[in-house]
């Protein structure tokens, strides 16, 4: 199964692409975000649909119930969900430093982990919802 990861932010929005059958993940560019969570939805399904995945993995903020940026992500994936999508929301907590650290070891610049790290932040929640498929 082809799906698509999402690492969501206010600015940018990471995107991982994943082929289940062999377990590859492929970071690709940031989407920028538009503002609205109703935009950002009709973004995510149509990159979705260009990618022509089935599946839409959310990474959701688990560190805090009463956290905003959790409460967004939940939204987000309840209008993706109006949009068609199945949609599975995995706990992306630390993902961004994460994707920071594992750059920093392949002696990227700060600028040149900037523009990769919401790509691999995705590429890590996709790991994560693997892990979990294998582990149920």
Do not use: H
């Amino acid at each position: 199964m082809r799906v698509l990861a999402i690492d969501f932010g206010g600015k940018r929005i990471g995107v991982a692409v994943g082929e289940t059958e062999f377990d590859i993940v492929t970071p690709r560019p940031a989407l920028t975000a538009t503002g609205t969570l109703k935009s950002d939805a009709a973004l995510i399904s149509q990159t979705a649909r260009g990618e022509a995945v089935e599946r839409i993995i959310l990474g959701v903020p688990v560190n805090d119930e009463d956290s905003r940026m959790e409460r967004i992500c939940r939204k987000l994936g309840e209008l993706i969900t109006e949009q068609g999508w199945a949609v599975d929301l995995v706990d992306e907590a630390f993902t961004s430093e994460e994707a920071d650290t594992e750059l920093r070891t392949y002696g990227l610049k700060a600028s040149e982990r900037r523009k990769q790290r919401d790509g691999e932040a995705a590429r890590l929640i996709y790991q994560r919802w693997m892990f979990e498929q294998t582990n149920a």
